[in-house]
């Protein structure tokens, strides 16, 4: 069964508005949860570290007050993207790892379309 | 920062034959090496990992190896099947819940029936 969780699985919104993509771990509590970000046939770049009850870490490039994320408990994560303009545009995967073993598990990613 | 890269960006080979997708790390601490699959549409498949203190691993038709002098580490898929067609992302990090993971640029494979 799934793992993470993640909701929606597309959006499709219009240029200037806000858009907030959910993150569950299913499995396990994560105080740890990635944001990668992903365009088309191109690799996973990180965008920012989300923990527990406090601040994100982001990447170098990415712009904090633009992807805003906040990791209120221990299973759910939200990234929402503020003022989406069309080169938002992308494929955007959460992910957990877990504490004993290290891997990586991957939501199923949200599709987000800025017109 | 770590840095993965990974060869060939694309691979094609007949149905049956092997593939082997190459990657190279450069922070000599990275101790953990995954390896997923990515279908289109969808998030990446964990298909196997190998930690730094092992210099192989197997599972069925796909194995892992792994050379921490050279920082060199492979997959290699045998007897290849249609459905083994994706793209597929090498990977290293610290194996501790909290540390990121960084990926290389992938390898699209397609297995010609």
């Known amino acids: 069964g799934a793992v993470v969780s993640q909701h929606p699985s597309r959006v499709i919104c219009k240029s200037g508005t806000s858009v907030k993509i959910e993150c569950r771990s299913l499995d396990f509590q994560a105080t740890t949860m990635f944001w990668y970000r992903q365009f088309p046939k191109q690799s996973l770049m990180l965008m920012a570290t989300s923990n527990e009850g406090s601040k994100a870490t982001y990447e170098q490039g990415v712009e904090k007050d633009k992807f805003l994320i906040n990791h209120a408990s221990l299973t759910l994560s939200t990234l929402t993207v503020t003022s989406a303009h069309p080169e938002d545009s992308s494929f955007y995967i959460c992910s957990v790892r877990a504490g004993g073993t290290g891997e990586l598990f991957f939501g199923e990613g949200s599709r987000l379309t800025v017109l | 920062g770590e840095n993965v890269e990974q060869h060939p960006s694309t691979l094609s080979v007949q149905e049956g034959d092997s593939a082997v997708i190459k990657c190279t790390y450069s922070?000599?601490?990275?101790?953990?090496f995954p390896w997923y699959k990515q279908e289109l549409g969808k998030g990446p498949q964990l298909i196997i990992d190998i930690r730094s203190n092992v210099g192989e691993k197997k599972d069925q038709r796909i194995a892992v190896t792994l050379n921490k002098t050279a920082k060199h580490f492979s997959l290699h898929i045998t007897e290849t099947q249609p459905e083994d067609s994706a793209v597929y992302f090498c990977?290293?990090?610290?194996?501790?819940?909290?540390?990121?993971?960084?990926f290389g640029p992938g390898t699209s494979l397609s297995v010609i029936p």
């Open positions: 922070d000599s601490a990275s101790n953990y």
């Open positions: 990977a290293a990090s610290w194996s501790t819940s909290y540390d990121k993971v960084i």
